[in-house]
């Protein structure tokens, strides 16, 4: 049910995004999704990966500071009201958003939303019951 | 003695007068009050005591004032090492005034004040205003920092001891400062020499042209400052800027200034008993030479000074000022013989920003602390590389570590600084040892 999301400490300054892009690029690492949070001076660039323990590996090695967090994905459908009803049925549980970002699916009738909870656990189960389709890692790196 | 009329001290406190004394009657003096104030500590302070008894030394030892040089030195860390009131020589009920400033642990040297203390520091502050040409007439706008810091209450106590009118300002709030100095005909200024840079800058973008106003005279302190920036004040503003010199261990404020010839800044030596020694060996060197100024309080009752290592380095200019006094004076201040950082007036030490940093993560991450000037400030960036243990991938979690930092470090540092997240790896390193310090401030 977890994904594993890996996010880097960027600077807010042109080209500090190209190092760590080329560096998984050498080595073929393979980025599936990307956000990019960020402030005035500096953001926090997450991705999901094809391989996220090599790419913490790489990065680390050339200095970055990365940190590999779960996070969880749901695959809705991609129309009006596809979020509103994942989100919805969290509502009233008091279970918080940490942050979340989208994409669209390859085959484009799906959308898959990526969400950082403090307490997946508690999340998964309100989903599950909800009858909300999350996404396991292999799937979601195969979609 | 057109000197006396020009700096009109014969209108003015009569504290002035030792201004001009005879040389012989002023070494006499000298002795006299060393020996007393030896005396004095050597009775009231233990570890001064215990210093002349480990080198076998009496105060009657000193029977010249060249024995001077036989007494043991003080610095800042005897403060510190001895806070809160370890080298009081007056029990509490003869002290009237605490102030304190920051030291390099984030703990304050503390010094004190009897009543008699007051009224020297406020006769010596009477005769830098008078030497820099003011009188009972002027109206004097103090913006140093009021409260701790020594700068603003002695400034304060000086000006109206001379008789002057005092608008206390204290720092900050730069328009309200150009409207008073504007709307009360204020005829000087008492501030860090950078403060009135950006007071100079300010008033152009407020549209008041400074030339135009009442303000004839700055007393700029607290900071060193170079001669180019003397003179781009005094085109700017078309002010008289002079140098006052002080430090809190001392008395404050007031322990030399300049006249307005503008050679060297006299030392009261009658209270204050300049030496300059070589800051390596400490051996005294001879008048000319640059080296350390070392300070010995001649008349200081709370905490008598003795030999104390300012790590301001000057010279004692040889010869005799054109203005008639008879005082010694000192060349301007331009450098420090440590690592101690003035910014806008106040003491910073890169060790302050490491226990600061420490005290947050419990580790240190690396960092490096960045000068710049801008609008005529003095701005210090402490930026700080992030580390894993530091890095989290909130957005919120960081901006409360970014906040916690900037927190710590205005509390150990005292004065608002810029705190910036950095990559790792990303700071300069030079041959294994940190360059923590880059100072990118000019004129």
């Given at each position: 049910m977890k994904i594993q999301q890996i996010s880097l400490f960027v600077e807010n300054k042109p080209g500090h995004i190209a190092a760590p892009a080329r560096l998984l690029a050498q080595e073929g690492v393979d980025i599936r999704a990307l956000y990019l949070a960020d402030t005035q001076q500096y953001g926090i660039l997450r991705m999901i990966v094809s391989d996220c323990q090599k790419a913490a590996g790489i990065l680390e090695a050339h200095g970055f500071v990365a940190k590999v967090t779960e996070v969880l994905a749901v695959e809705v459908a991609d129309h009006p009201g596809g979020l509103a009803d994942v989100v919805g049925a969290l509502e009233g549980t008091g279970i918080n958003i940490e942050y979340m970002y989208a994409f669209p699916c390859r085959r484009g009738e799906e959308a898959i939303l990526i969400f950082r909870f403090a307490d997946p656990d508690a999340a998964i189960a309100h989903m599950e019951t909800a009858g909300i389709n999350l996404l396991e890692s292999n799937e979601l790196l195969n979609l | 003695m057109n000197s006396i009329l020009e700096t009109g001290v014969t209108d003015c406190h009569p504290?002035?007068?030792?201004?001009?004394?005879?040389?012989?009657?002023?070494?006499?003096?000298?002795?006299?009050?060393?020996?007393?104030?030896?005396?004095?500590?050597?009775?009231q302070v233990k570890l001064f005591r215990s210093r002349m008894d480990e080198r076998g030394l009496a105060p009657e030892d000193i029977r010249l004032l060249e024995d001077i040089a036989k007494l043991?030195?003080?610095?800042?860390?005897?403060?510190?090492?001895?806070?809160?009131?370890?080298?009081?020589?007056s029990p509490m009920k003869d002290v009237?005034?605490?102030?304190?400033?920051?030291?390099?642990?984030?703990?304050?040297?503390?010094?004190?004040?009897?009543?008699?203390?007051?009224?020297?520091?406020?006769?010596?502050?009477?005769?830098?205003?008078?030497?820099?040409?003011?009188?009972?007439?002027?109206?004097?706008?103090?913006?140093?920092?009021?409260?701790?810091?020594?700068?603003?209450?002695?400034?304060?106590?000086?000006?109206?001891?001379?008789?002057?009118?005092?608008?206390?300002?204290?720092?900050?709030?730069?328009?309200?400062?150009?409207?008073?100095?504007?709307?009360?005909?204020?005829?000087?200024?008492c501030c860090t020499p950078t403060y009135f840079l950006h007071l100079?800058?300010?008033?152009?973008?407020?549209?008041?042209?400074?030339?135009?106003?009442?303000?004839?005279?700055?007393?700029?302190?607290?900071?060193?400052?170079?001669?180019?920036l003397r003179q781009h004040i005094e085109r700017a503003s078309g002010i008289e800027a002079f140098d006052i010199y002080g430090l809190s261990e001392i008395i404050g404020p007031g322990v030399g200034c300049e006249c307005r010839r503008h050679q060297g800044l006299h030392i009261f030596e009658d209270h204050f008993y300049p030496e300059i020694v070589d800051p390596a060996t400490g051996t005294p060197l001879p008048d000319g030479d640059e080296g350390e100024l070392v300070l010995t309080t001649l008349s200081k009752q709370a905490i008598p000074m003795i030999r104390y290592r300012t790590r301001d380095i000057t010279a004692l200019l040889p010869g005799r000022?054109?203005?008639?006094?008879?005082?010694?004076?000192?060349?301007?201040?331009?450098?420090?013989?440590?690592d101690m950082l003035i910014i806008r007036g106040v003491n910073v030490f890169p060790s302050q920003v490491e226990s600061a940093l420490l005290e947050i993560e419990g580790v240190l991450p690396h960092y490096q602390i960045l000068l710049t000037r801008q609008q005529g400030l003095d701005q210090m960036e402490v930026q700080i590389e992030v580390t894993p243990q530091m890095f989290n991938d909130k957005i919120g979690a960081l901006q409360r570590l970014h906040e916690r930092l900037q927190g710590a470090l205005?509390?150990?540092?005292?004065?608002?600084?810029?705190?910036?997240?950095?990559e790792a790896h990303s700071l300069e390193r030079s041959e294994g040892k940190a360059k923590r310090v880059i100072d990118r401030r000019t004129l």
């Open positions: - | 504290a002035s007068l030792p201004d001009y004394v005879p040389v012989s009657e002023l070494r006499d003096l000298q002795l006299s009050r060393l020996q007393s104030v030896v005396t004095r500590a050597w009775r043991p030195f003080t610095q800042k860390s005897d403060l510190r090492d001895t806070y809160p009131f370890g080298l009081f020589a009237v005034r605490l102030h304190a400033s920051s030291g390099t642990t984030g703990k304050p040297i503390v010094v004190a004040y009897t009543k008699e203390d007051v009224e020297v520091w406020t006769s010596v502050v009477v005769r830098c205003l008078a030497g820099c040409g003011l009188n009972r007439g002027d109206i004097v706008q103090v913006a140093y920092g009021y409260g701790l810091f020594t700068g603003g209450l002695g400034a304060h106590y000086g000006a109206e001891g001379l008789g002057a009118a005092v608008v206390p300002t204290s720092g900050g709030n730069a328009d309200r400062q150009i409207m008073l100095m504007k709307d009360f005909g204020v005829t000087a200024m100079i800058e300010r008033a152009a973008e407020l549209g008041v042209e400074m030339k135009e106003l009442s303000l004839r005279a700055g007393v700029f302190g607290a900071e060193p400052w170079s001669e180019s000022c054109d203005c008639g006094r008879t005082l010694r004076r000192i060349g301007r201040i331009g450098r420090r013989s440590d205005d509390h150990v540092l005292g004065i608002r600084v810029r705190v910036a997240l950095v």
